[in-house]
Each structure stands twice: as C-alpha cells, then as structure tokens.
C-alpha cells in the first residue's frame, strides 16, 4: 500500500462514486456544475508561445560584447582624435567604454524586441 492512502479491509465495502479517501465527490452529486477552477486549466490547442527573456538578453548581451570589441578596435586603430598622429595612451580604457556602451544598446534592443514578440503571442492566444 502507499503511505498517502489508508490500508482498508477487503470487508469495508467503497462506494463506486468515492474518491481516493472514501469520501464522496462533490461533483458526483451536482453533475450540472463545473469545479471552480475549471478556467485554469491549460487547454492543448490553445499553447502561447512566450518568448523566454533571459535567452534573448543573453544573446543581446553576447552580440553586443563582440559588437564592442570589433567597434573598439577599429576605432583605436583607425581614427585619430585629435588629428595630430597621437596615439591614445589608454585604449583598453577605450575599448571597454565602447563594449560597455553596445552591450547595453544591444540588451536594450533584444529586450524591446522580446516585449514585441511576446505581446504579439497575447494578442494571438486572444485571436484563437
């Protein structure tokens, strides 16, 4: 036997309408009645398809940091500032300023694009 359901008798008759426990169901009883929390339950044909957020700033994160490091290291190695031939004297300061500054854009924008995708797949589970 399981330890969440009670040992019975073979002689303690269970009425055919019983529940696990022996007591009646309430739905039993009232057959024109539905249970209360019948619209929560997931209905099969109708599936949202939600974006998963956090995949979607990784991969804004991801672009946004390589998006940086190339963007850093053409502009080190091919603008001059100041017009003169100097060189910068800190360009890892440089770079990771431009990293910092696309992998935030880039977050931004993958996360706006999620909110878009997601309100698209409400207004689709509505539509069904």
Sequence with gaps: ?????????AATPVPADSGVDGTADATA???????????LLIDPARVRRAPRYSVFLTIGAVVG???????????????DPSGTGAVLLKPGVFISVIVLATT????????????VLDRRSIRQARRR
């Design 104 to 115: 935030a854009l880039s977050m931004l924008l993958a996360g706006l694009v999620a909110v």
């Design 1 to 9: 036997m399981s330890s969440t359901s009670p040992d019975r008798s």
């Design 65 to 79: 940091i390589v998006a940086g490091i190339w963007l850093g290291q053409y502009l080190v190695t091919s603008v």
């Design 29 to 39: 009883e009232r057959p024109h009645e539905s249970r209360p929390d019948e619209h």
